[in-house]
């Protein structure tokens, strides 16, 4: 089944989903997809529905179980060209068992039915999970419709990862367990038609790779630095616009519908957007014990409003920190500006936020963005055969300064890591010199002399702006750095210097 070229990028889930589909099993068979609101998930079922001769139902948010049962009924209908009334009485496993039925007779055991937005349907009737179960069951056992395939889809994160927990009627029967991420920083600047990477990176720290934001944009995505500040006054934070921060941030957190919406776990993500990464940290700036703060940070984990990542090297505690991009715009830059913004002069609110941006926002992002390039790598040369890349921190010898590690490669070993690249990435204004080079060096060592393996590390460089010539003919002489400047993290061209082989 081939992706159609309306669809950008998405091959591995593209390709997962159809192998799915198209899997020989002539029973029944229930996948489950799931993904933050404007990630791109009803766009890419819609799109498998469409080419696989499926039928496509959405559920609505805040409608009662019959209006949901009629709208259904109408939708089966629609589908297989009879009248609504034959089908528009019938209770849930009817329905259910009739579109599963009328799907597999259209294109066989592999017919598809696609649930989007399932937790609305769930809110009201808690049951239909248990009745996929019941379906799935029945065909299993020869008793039931033979074939038929069935994804349920939806947004609300905490109700999705619980389908296929403990003892949910779902577990172990769904055959696909699809979680659809944001685009990458290069996919989300062809999305968006953005070809200065200056640019792309700006949007891309603002407002992340969810592809949904882009058509909600009233003035043109900007081309040129130049353009970016009117535009960023003029969308993410102009209170009359779809992408205001301020607004985004709320819909996203109160699409949950088992996320409360209480003042506790607005505080929480603010704590966590100005640096507080941990739950004691988070409880000295709210003061609250750490105790109390455990429920409500692990619902806001599960909701996907905040992530734990973790130090591998040292096993330190997992570090906190916002998951979307514009919730920490929101809380780094929109609301320390409010009054600024609320009175209309977002403009001069941008103009006053731009240290904080570039130190706050961008800094961050640039390192993330490096991170996950590196990670996409399969040349062995560029990483090695590390198995994770994350960043770290470590001690001199005297235990009296930390150094951070923006980007590491690396594989634990019997308690002790093997690493195969050190590296800093920099969004600072400046290119960057050979003394960022003798700094990795000191790193290095510092890590081997707390015993980790580094005989073979690569030195990486990222950079925003570019490297001086000196640091290049350097980095060409020794043979073990990586520099990597901007636009080849969009794709746009290979590392400037690569490791010798």
């Not at 062809?190 to 790779?209: E, K, N, T």
């Not at 988070?282 to 806001?300: K, Y």
């Not at 923006?406 to 019997?414: E, F, G, N, Q």
Request: aromatic share 6%; charged share 20%.
């Amino acid at each position: 089944m081939r992706k159609p070229s309306r669809v950008l990028a998405r091959d591995a889930e593209w390709s997962a989903l159809a192998q799915f589909v198209e899997h020989p099993d002539p029973h029944l068979r229930l996948g489950v997809v799931s993904g933050r609101r404007r990630v791109g998930k009803s766009y890419l079922l819609r799109a498998l529905a469409e080419a696989r001769g499926g039928l496509y139902v959405s559920a609505v948010a805040e409608e009662g179980v019959v209006a949901a049962r009629r709208r259904f009924a109408a939708d089966i209908a629609r589908y297989a060209g009879i009248g609504a009334e034959l089908v528009g009485d019938s209770d849930w496993e009817t329905l259910l068992a009739t579109a599963i039925e009328l799907t597999a007779r259209h294109s066989g055991t592999s017919g598809l039915l696609v649930i989007d937005e399932l937790p609305y349907w769930m809110a009201h009737s808690p049951e239909i999970p248990g009745l996929l179960q019941l379906l799935y069951d029945q065909s299993q056992a020869g008793h039931g419709h033979e074939g038929g395939r069935v994804i349920v889809c939806g947004s609300a994160m905490s109700v999705m990862n619980e389908l296929l927990s403990g003892t949910k009627a779902l577990r172990g029967r769904a055959a696909i367990d699809l979680h659809l991420h944001p685009f990458d920083l290069a996919t989300t600047a062809i999305h968006w038609g953005i070809g200065d990477p200056s640019v792309a990176l700006r949007v891309h720290a603002i407002y992340g790779g969810s592809p949904g934001y882009r058509n909600l944009a009233n003035v043109p995505a900007p081309r040129r630095l130049a353009e970016l500040d009117s535009w960023v006054a003029a969308t993410a934070l102009d209170l009359s616009q779809a992408l205001y921060s301020g607004s985004e941030a709320e819909y996203l957190l109160r699409e949950d519908p088992r996320f409360t919406g209480s003042a506790l776990h607005y505080a929480i993500i603010n704590a966590v957007a100005n640096g507080a990464t941990s739950p004691a940290k988070i409880g000295a700036l709210l003061e609250q014990g750490r105790s109390a703060l455990v429920r409500p940070i692990n619902a806001l984990v599960s909701a996907g409003y905040l992530r734990y990542e973790s130090d591998p090297l040292w096993e330190r505690r997992p570090v906190i920190t916002v998951a979307d991009p514009i919730v920490r715009f929101h809380n780094l830059i929109t609301v320390p500006q409010r009054d600024l913004v609320e009175t209309g002069r977002s403009a001069e609110a941008w103009r006053r936020a731009q240290a904080t941006f570039v130190s706050r926002v961008l800094g961050p992002h640039f390192e993330e963005c490096a991170r996950d390039w590196l990670r996409s790598q399969a040349n062995p040369s560029l990483r090695g055969s590390a198995g994770q890349v994350t960043s770290t921190v470590v001690n001199d010898r005297n235990g009296q300064a930390k150094h951070e590690i923006d980007v590491v490669a690396l594989d634990i070993r019997s308690g002790r890591g093997v690493i195969s690249l050190i590296g800093e990435a920099k969004a600072t204004l400046t290119r960057r010199g050979v003394a960022d080079l003798d700094r990795l060096d000191g790193l290095k060592a510092l890590l081997d002399q707390h015993g980790h393996e580094t005989s073979r590390a690569i030195l990486a460089l990222f950079s925003m702006e570019g490297f001086q010539p000196e640091l290049v003919s350097a980095a060409r002489r020794r043979g073990d750095v990586l520099l990597v400047e901007l636009p080849t993290l969009l794709d746009l061209g290979e590392p400037l210097v690569t490791p010798s082989e």
